[in-house]
C-alpha cells in the first residue's frame, strides 16, 4: 500500500530555511504525481507545490519564488526547499500523491502523517 512519511520540519526564525522530504513507498513513484500542501489551525488546508506527471510544477501564489519542490526517483523522494520563511508559513506540511492530477488538494488522495513548521 501507498506509505508517505515526511521529515525536515522545525522550528526557524523569520527568512530562515528548511528543506522538507517525504519518501514514498508501495507504489511506482514515477507513475504518480506528488504534491506539498499546507494546513494552518483552524484554516483549510492549501496547496504549497505540485509535479504533475508530465513534469509540469506549479506552486501557490504565496510561494512567490521562496519554494522549490523537486523529486529524485532513484530515492523515491520528494523534497521540499523553503527559503524566506514568514510567520504565516507555519503550518502542518503534508506530502501527497496521486495516479492522476494533483492539482489541488482535494484531488489528492495519499497523504502523509505531516510535519510541523513553525516560523
Known amino acids: 500500500h501507498v506509505q508517505l512519511v515526511e521529515s525536515g520540519g522545525g522550528s526557524v526564525q523569520t527568512g530562515g530555511s528548511l528543506r522538507l522530504s517525504c519518501v514514498a513507498s508501495?507504489?511506482?513513484?514515477?507513475?504518480?504525481?506528488m504534491g506539498w500542501y499546507r494546513q494552518a489551525p483552524g484554516k483549510e488546508r492549501e496547496d504549497v507545490a505540485v509535479?504533475?506527471?508530465?513534469?509540469?510544477?506549479s506552486y501557490g501564489d504565496f510561494v512567490k519564488g521562496r519554494f522549490a519542490i523537486s523529486k529524485d526517483n532513484a530515492k523515491n523522494t520528494l523534497y521540499l526547499q523553503m527559503n524566506d520563511l514568514k510567520p504565516e508559513d507555519t503550518a502542518m506540511y503534508y506530502c501527497?500523491?496521486?495516479?492522476?492530477?494533483?492539482?489541488?488538494?482535494?484531488?489528492?488522495?495519499?497523504w502523509g502523517q505531516g510535519t510541523q513548521v513553525t516560523v
Open positions: 508501495g507504489y511506482k513513484f514515477s507513475s504518480y504525481c
Open positions: 501527497g500523491a496521486e495516479s492522476g492530477t494533483c492539482g489541488t488538494w482535494e484531488m489528492v488522495g495519499y
Open positions: 509535479i504533475e506527471l508530465d513534469g509540469s510544477i
